[in-house]
């Protein structure tokens, strides 16, 4: 029981570590999109506590879909009967296409049995100039190999293979960072954490635990290109003189 209460992110964001994770990812998160404006932005997985960063009384739409897996899915206690929050199907987001200005993935992509599903699902809800930003447990980091936290749960990626992953689901990436450089037992100590965050960031950049990646709706990778037609020579027809 113990366990799943741990790899629950409702749970996780609900501990010190957790806020002090949230806090860390937010500032790096910030930097891709420091405002948002009145743009309308989905955040897909599990982003509650990273979608303060662009809800704003005066802005855009702001919208959270919990995935439906066990480590999604369970909301925190505190959300409030107001929230714009749901839980959804990874195939079957309940949302009009081309509604989305912009759409967060955290905890998604890794935690999905069918994440090229989820991927082409976001390609359809996503304006064709929309942006994705897509945060991703890191491979060769410790966090994906922590099963004390939402990010040591699923699948982690490499930065190939986050690109092939985008480029099936006609998604191109134009930019990637890394995030939370210390062990996760390292997150509870905010100010230590923000001191190594800041310096490794600047010198190791590809170590982080997490990876975050800025994507773009590719409109033309799935139009075919036009086949040039066959012309024949007309058939000579035979009359017998």
């Not at 923000?194 to 709706?217: D, I, R, S, Y």
Request: proline share 9%; aromatic share 8%.
């Amino acid at each position: 029981m113990m366990q799943d209460d741990i790899r629950a992110a409702s749970r996780f964001y609900a501990s010190r570590p957790g806020e002090n994770t949230a806090h860390l990812l937010r500032q790096r998160l910030h930097v891709f999109w420091p405002d948002t404006g009145a743009d309308r932005v989905l955040g897909l997985g599990y982003t509650l506590p990273y979608l303060s960063l662009w809800s704003r009384p005066a802005g855009g739409l702001c919208v959270s879909a919990r995935l439906d897996t066990h480590v999604t899915r369970d909301a925190p206690r505190d959300i409030g009967p107001a929230a714009r929050d749901c839980v959804v199907a990874e195939d079957r987001l309940p949302f009009p296409e081309l509604h989305f200005d912009r759409v967060v993935l955290i905890h998604a992509l890794e935690t999905t049995d069918r994440p090229d599903d989820l991927l082409r699902s976001v390609w359809k809800v996503m304006k064709d100039d929309g942006r994705l930003l897509l945060v991703v447990p890191n491979r060769a980091g410790l966090w994906a190999h922590s099963d004390g936290t939402p990010f040591g749960q699923g699948a982690p990626f490499s930065p190939r293979q986050i690109a092939r992953r985008l480029s099936r689901a006609f998604l191109r990436a134009e930019r990637h960072d890394g995030a939370l450089f210390l062990p996760p037992v390292g997150a509870a100590h905010r100010r230590l954490a923000a001191t190594v965050e800041a310096a490794c960031h600047m010198v190791l950049p590809g170590l982080g635990g997490v990876f975050v990646v800025e994507a773009v709706k590719d409109v033309y990778a799935g139009v075919p290109t036009p086949t040039p037609a066959l012309i024949r020579a007309p058939r000579r027809i035979y009359e017998p003189g």
